[in-house]
């Protein structure tokens, strides 16, 4: 072993406690690092697979103006129709699928079986919107459409309530008393960014929904989706046009309805979670630099007492550079173990948080390395000071010191 | 014969406060190799500074000291420090060993400082622990030792580099005057023996008399510088190993 490092292990070792406590500042600030960028990385990665499995694309045209929608929403009248949609679809042209959206809280009942749930009225371009594949069966077509047909498609969730792990395609489910035949099941979608579980739900044709559980003509929540995700702004504007003329609204009247892109929607989490990432990253940082001036104090006080020793090394033959890295290596050893412990620690408390808080955490190899290497910057920073000053000390001051 | 040392007009000035001190007042002398130099006077004479120049811990304030033709009142603090490690020996007062460190590793870190790690470089130590006696000591703390064991400690760790020149700053001054015997024994068969060059600062007439020359220094000046022939040739020709 290098001589320089024996002489720094063994400083360190005489004075366990002290060094103990001085490594435990370096191990809270790396541990926690590492933690919180875990969290950060594990939040950012689901919001992102999130934002992927909605489509860059999707628009959704609310029927409710969103300046006045308490009082709209308890007063006035519902007024977007499917006749709207249909002509979104055709006379818009930065609007490529739209498909008109009307949605319920029903009861499903499979032989002595029963779900409750939403059933979602939707049309053939749901698919394509959402962007959400079929596990099995088929979707609906413009026929289904038009003649309201008996027919539904389950969730997930839904599926696997009523008929377990046979296979529902072809059975017959009731819903307010009418039998619906199962004609396709829903790949697994997870949870949305609010927290929802999308799977627990029943799709099926609008027209069904308006007319054979529910017993109104206009829709609700619409989606559509743009050309492009870049043409995503043209599309509200161009919809936006179209809704007041459709809906003959004078120039100060305002929206009866609204037109918001789910990209924007769900990047207002996703910034949400980066904003948290930054300021727990922060926070951990800050207590890394606190354990950095903990070194430093330590070393000033080790410095100062070994006076003595310094004398006698530097009348021995140690140049300025000796006792200078004497103290240096002293400081790094202390942060190195301190950042090895530390990451250990991290780990151990991110897998935890992960297990227990049921918050996802995804460690990261970089966010590890980088987070040793700092503790060792950390180190030389804090190290430096009290090392120079050791070495700049007078051979014979040092000497006489007691 | 080249002069070891070569003091010429050498002053040192310290400014205490507003007082100014002359610890060195115009000091020249030249030591030759092999010669055994007691430096005696009160204190506040200027011994200890006279030794710190010598040990090239301090510089002049003016005049030249060459130390094998090298003027090391020139020389910059690193270059000072490569003079120690390589060319000094210090025996302090108070022994000044490492504590909680073992006598070995206390007598090897001159060769850590002057970058001697080679095989031969170890193999002196060993030697050098046998020539002082501390062979059975090698794994004790030096603070588990007595007062003559430890400055035996200290005398090997000055002379693990084969320095050109030994200096003691009165170093039986903390030991009894059995002790204090033994080691000047010691000191006085490294001169013989091995030819090293020592310069041994004392208060006491007793240990100056194992020197061949005694310097006596008064206020910063040289007072008297004698040859003495009575340097305890008896002691010399004893054997080493009989003395320790």
Redo the contacts between chains.
């Keep these: 072993m290098l001589?320089?490092l024996k002489i720094a292990i063994?400083a360190i070792m005489?004075n366990k406690l002290r060094s103990f406590l001085t490594i435990l500042g370096i191990v809270i600030g790396v541990g926690a690092v590492i933690t919180m960028v875990s969290i950060g990385h594990g939040a950012k990665v689901m919001v992102d697979k999130q934002l992927e499995s909605l489509g860059t694309n999707v628009l959704i045209i609310i029927p409710i103006s969103t300046a006045h929608s308490a009082v709209r929403g308890t007063t006035g009248t519902i007024t977007l129709t499917a006749e709207d949609a249909l002509a979104i679809k055709k006379e818009c042209g930065a609007v490529s699928h739209v498909s008109p959206g009307i949605r319920t809280s029903i009861q499903a009942v499979y032989g002595n079986m029963n779900w409750t749930t939403f059933v979602s009225g939707v049309g053939p371009d749901y698919q394509i919107v959402r962007n959400w594949q079929l596990a099995s069966g088929r979707f609906f077509n413009e026929q289904d459409i038009n003649i309201m047909a008996k027919v539904c498609i389950l969730g997930q969730t839904v599926a696997i309530n009523l008929f377990g792990t046979s296979d529902p395609i072809g059975m017959w489910i009731r819903v307010n008393n009418v039998p619906f035949k199962v004609v396709g099941v829903l790949s697994k979608k997870g949870e949305s960014p609010t927290g929802q579980d999308q799977d627990d739900m029943i799709l099926m044709p609008y027209t069904t929904v308006q007319r054979k559980i529910m017993g109104v003509t206009y829709v609700g929540v619409t989606l559509a989706s743009s050309v492009s995700a870049e043409a995503r702004f043209e599309a509200i504007e161009q919809i936006t046009a179209l809704l007041r003329q459709r809906h003959r609204l004078k120039p100060n009247e305002e929206n009866d309805f609204s037109v918001i892109s789910q990209v924007e929607f769900a990047s207002t989490i996703a910034e949400t979670s980066r904003t948290m990432t930054i300021l727990l990253g922060s926070i951990a940082s800050v207590s890394l630099i606190v354990g950095g001036i903990g070194i430093m104090n330590i070393m000033l006080v080790s410095t100062t007492e070994r006076t003595?020793?310094i004398?006698?090394?530097?009348?021995?033959?140690?140049?300025?550079?000796?006792i200078l890295f004497q103290f240096l290596t002293e400081a790094i050893v202390l942060s190195s173990i301190g950042g090895v412990v530390g990451v250990v620690f991290g780990i151990v408390l991110s897998i935890l948080i992960s297990y227990f808080g049921s918050w996802p955490s995804l460690l990261s190899t970089p966010s590890i390395i980088i987070a040793f290497f700092f503790s060792n910057i950390i180190g030389i920073f804090f190290g430096y000071y009290p090392a120079r000053k050791a070495s700049r000390l007078n051979?014979?001051d040092a000497?006489r010191y007691e | 014969m080249h002069d070891l040392v070569l003091l010429n007009t050498v002053y040192k000035l310290y400014t205490m406060g507003e007082v100014n001190v002359t610890a060195l007042n115009g000091i020249s002398l030249t030591i030759k190799k092999g010669e055994f130099v007691a430096v005696m006077g009160a204190s506040g004479s200027g011994k200890s500074t006279l030794m710190n120049i010598l040990g090239c811990l301090d510089s002049p304030s003016s005049g030249k000291y060459y130390l094998e033709g090298i003027e090391a009142s020139q020389l910059s603090k690193n270059e000072l420090a490569d003079i120690r490690s390589k060319k000094i020996g210090f025996v302090f007062q108070s022994f000044n060993l490492l504590s909680r460190t073992t006598v070995l590793e206390n007598i090897e870190v001159p060769l850590i400082y002057s970058r001697r790690l080679s095989k031969t470089d170890t193999d002196r130590v060993t030697q050098t622990m046998r020539i002082l006696g501390l062979e059975s000591l090698q794994k004790h703390y030096t603070n588990q030792l007595s007062g003559g064991q430890q400055q035996r400690v200290a005398i090997a760790r000055a002379i693990v580099n084969n320095p050109t020149l030994l200096l003691a700053d009165e170093p039986t001054g903390n030991l009894d005057s059995v002790t204090s015997m033994e080691v000047m024994n010691v000191f006085s068969n490294l001169n013989n023996k091995m030819g090293i060059t020592i310069v041994l600062v004392t208060h006491e007439n007793e240990i100056a008399k194992f020197a061949q020359r005694v310097i006596v220094l008064k206020d910063g000046n040289l007072l008297s510088d004698t040859i003495s022939q009575s340097a305890m040739s008896d002691v010399s020709k004893m054997p080493c190993e009989s003395i320790l």
Excluded: F, T, V
């Excluded at chain 1, 004398?311 to 000796?322: N, P, S, T, V």
């Design positions: 001589p320089i063994r005489r003595k020793e004398g006698i090394r530097m009348a021995i033959g140690a140049r300025e550079k000796d051979p014979i000497l």
